[in-house]
């Protein structure tokens, strides 16, 4: 283990970063609030032991893992009152199939731009519905419409399955409404972040490049390696990094992690549209996060990376359990229209000519 | 010396070594829970920065260095470099920085292991209070946590580098706490026996004996966040010797109490097995 995590660190040289780090948690504060701590502790002292026997691999494991995430996302997450939700289930002209659903606040009529979201799932749990609640806050809080993918998921259908599904939703959505990738802000949390990332990577081959890339935190070592190390320092509240990998690797069986699709070389690679990055400090995955932000900077893009002390995966789904979530959603939402209209310029001069 | 003098560990400038796995993680992150500003310090550069980013994250201050503990010019340039960015002196200072090194007799193991084992766990804690002791001297105030090992007195066979070393580590530590008693600097020294870290996997030791000693440390290992949590308790009630587990303050007593019989115990019980 140690080997390994040593070898994928010597891969990206940038660990330089503590300045913009300091810099982030100023911005967020120094400590959680008494709630978020309490969950946290909650989480630890409660779900950690039942995800601990959980086995992925099993039927009922898997059942139960969906089961939870749902019911937690449901019982915690904001209003859904007044949304409108279109579902989509078409072919594109090559056959691809396309299964997602548009969700629309209360009052959200905005066509010139759009959000393509990924929700978080492990790969193998999850959907658009799930996620409909986040999605729907999104929505309110930007204003604009946003596309969630139901893409497949494991142990049904394996690598590249939910990967190919991603980009064909993301072809689907520049035909559809005929914006160019410039108008669309792609967000994603936890595995819909490597989605995002991978997409963001396939995409920058064509010359596409989205507006903006907003994060909760994401997925970046599949392998759970740097969440592991991250473990040793401090345990995640929700899971164990072994139990973790065990539930993504029902995605990828049978297939080297190392494929170019799966450790995302983004260092190398080209660089990433603006990006922000939202991470708790009590999960394991902020590991990822930090590694995913210093390999964008390193590759020549802007990443701005808040990690939020005492908070728990996708902390942002759960504001009526966690005040900070709030708080967290007012930058994403800053964030969003502040990549758009750093894009819209030209527009603005065409506008008042 | 009698009642509660200021808590050390509360507050406090540290500067860790090793600090990028292990005891010397969680002494890194407990301080900062406490409210420290602490420099991690470690040969590994990325595991220290992993540690600093698990601090920051929870909105703690840290700093990561490289820093080798065998080599003198490298514990000068981790106290300047931690002062600086203190802004002040340290006021706490954990030699913490270890290898474990063993599996085979006197005789057998390589002179370059025992050069490399004491090099590391002997002259790096000599270098830590050689350049530090002076410095909390100076300011009055203070704290000095050097981590032996329950091997420090129980000498067990077919690890006699790291024995030695961490013999000369608690003779040190007792040293210094003689030499620094009355000038407001505290000196405590740890001697844990099995916690869960990798110093197993990172050091020289044979195949054999990293089997067993990874199935007590399974089964017996204690915590390192419990370990340092002890340990800066003990180092804030003034406690010299610190022994987070029963079994080395059993094996203490034993060895205190009939050395020479502990000794041809020990012998027996290696014969034995």
Redesign the interface.
């Given at each position: 283990m140690?080997a390994s995590t040593?070898v994928r660190?010597?891969k990206s040289p940038v660990?330089t970063a503590?300045e913009s780090?300091?810099e982030s948690?100023a911005f967020v504060?120094?400590?959680?609030s008494a709630r978020s701590r309490i969950a946290a502790t909650g989480a630890a002292l409660t779900l950690r032991p039942i995800t601990g026997l959980i086995q992925p691999e099993q039927a009922w494991g898997l059942w139960l893992s969906r089961q939870i995430v749902a019911r937690t996302m449901d019982v915690f997450g904001p209003s859904l009152s007044g949304t409108q939700v279109e579902p989509v289930d078409t072919l594109l002209a090559d056959g691809r199939r396309v299964v997602g659903e548009w969700v629309r606040a209360k009052g959200v009529t905005r066509t010139d731009a759009a959000v393509y979201y990924l929700h978080g799932s492990g790969y193998s749990m999850c959907s658009a519905r799930t996620h409909r609640r986040l999605t729907a806050w999104i929505s309110k809080l930007t204003g604009l419409p946003v596309f969630c993918s139901d893409y497949r998921l494991a142990p049904q259908h394996r690598f590249p399955a939910a990967a190919d599904d991603v980009r064909a939703g993301w072809d689907w959505l520049l035909e559809t409404t005929d914006l160019p990738a410039s108008r669309i802000v792609v967000g994603g949390d936890s595995a819909g972040g490597h989605l995002a990332v991978d997409l963001m990577l396939q995409v920058a081959g064509i010359g596409q490049r989205a507006a903006g890339l907003t994060m909760f935190s994401p997925l970046a070592d599949v392998t759970f390696g740097l969440a592991a190390?991250?473990e040793?320092?401090?345990r995640d509240p929700a899971i164990s990094a072994a139990g973790a990998a065990r539930l993504v690797r029902l995605y990828y069986d049978g297939i080297d992690p190392a494929h170019p699709r799966l450790a995302l070389n983004v260092a190398d690679g080209p660089a990433l549209p603006p990006t922000l990055i939202q991470?708790g400090?009590?999960e394991m995955l902020?590991?990822d996060a930090?590694r995913l932000a210093d390999d964008i900077r390193f590759a020549g893009g802007s990443c701005e990376l808040q990690?939020w002390?005492?908070q728990v995966h996708v902390f942002q789904a759960l504001p009526r359990l966690v005040p900070e979530a709030t708080k967290a959603m007012a930058n994403v939402a800053e964030f969003v229209e502040n990549v758009l209209r750093a894009n819209d310029t030209s527009l603005e001069g065409r506008e008042t000519a | 010396m009698i009642g509660f003098g200021p808590k050390r560990s509360r507050d406090s400038l540290a500067v860790v070594t090793g600090a990028g796995s292990g005891i010397g993680a969680a002494f890194a992150i407990e301080l900062a829970a406490r409210g420290g500003q602490v420099v991690c310090s470690d040969i590994d550069e990325i595991a220290a920065q992993r540690t600093v980013d698990a601090i920051t994250d929870q909105g703690g201050k840290a700093l990561a260095l490289l820093c080798d503990v065998s080599k003198v010019d490298d514990v000068t340039d981790l106290a300047k470099e931690a002062t600086s960015w203190f802004g002040a002196t340290p006021t706490l200072v954990i030699n913490n920085a270890g290898v474990g090194a063993g599996g085979t007799p006197i005789g057998v193991a390589s002179l370059d292991d025992w050069a490399w084992t004491l090099g590391i766990n002997l002259w790096g804690p000599i270098y830590g209070c050689h350049v530090f002791a002076p410095i909390l001297r100076e300011a009055g105030y203070g704290g000095i946590i050097n981590v032996a090992s329950a091997a420090s007195f129980g000498a067990a066979p077919n690890m006699a580098a790291y024995n030695v070393s961490k013999a000369g580590v608690l003779s040190l530590s007792e040293t210094l706490a003689a030499e620094l008693s009355g000038t407001g600097v505290n000196v405590s020294v740890l001697c844990p026996t099995f916690v869960k870290t990798n110093i197993i996997e990172s050091g020289r030791i044979s195949q054999r004996s990293t089997d067993l000693a990874d199935v007590l440390m399974k089964y017996t290992g204690l915590s390192p966040a419990r370990v340092a949590r002890t340990c800066l308790d003990a180092h804030d009630r003034g406690s010299l010797y610190c022994m987070p587990q029963l079994d080395a303050k059993i094996g203490w007593g034993i060895k205190r109490y009939a050395p020479a019989t502990y000794t041809r115990a020990l012998g027996l019980a290696s014969r034995l097995t």
């Open positions: 140690t040593t660190a010597e660990f503590d780090d300091v948690n504060g120094l400590r959680g190390a991250r040793q320092l401090r991470a400090g009590a902020a590991a930090h990690v002390p005492d | -």
